[in-house]
């Protein structure tokens, strides 16, 4: 979890923006499939599976963090448009 509130600093994530981690059990429940993170936009609120957050590169989960964000910022669910936002977002900040 440090690593995520370090990594929130260096993008546009709002103040009252949330970041949980779910373990493997509540990922199963809440978001079965491959997916490392979704967000909930009504909540402001990013859920990252655990497991990924504990063994993703900083670069990765640096790169999972932009994409939610994107999700934000073009407030749509559309996949090709949040990583069109997210590579804005950390455009020129690696
Ligand atoms: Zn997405």
């Given at each position: 979890m440090q690593r995520i509130v370090s990594i929130r600093k260096t993008?546009?994530?709002?103040?009252d923006w949330h970041f949980f981690t779910l373990s493997e059990a509540e990922w199963s429940k809440a978001a079965p499939g491959t997916h490392t993170a979704y967000s909930n936009l009504a909540y402001k609120t990013t859920f990252i599976r655990e497991t990924y957050a504990e063994s993703a590169s900083d670069a990765a989960l640096r790169q999972t963090i932009a994409h939610e964000m994107g999700h934000r910022i073009c407030n749509c669910t559309d996949e090709p448009e949040a990583n069109r936002v997210a590579a804005q977002i950390t455009q020129g900040s690696h």
């Open positions: 993008l546009p994530v709002p103040a």
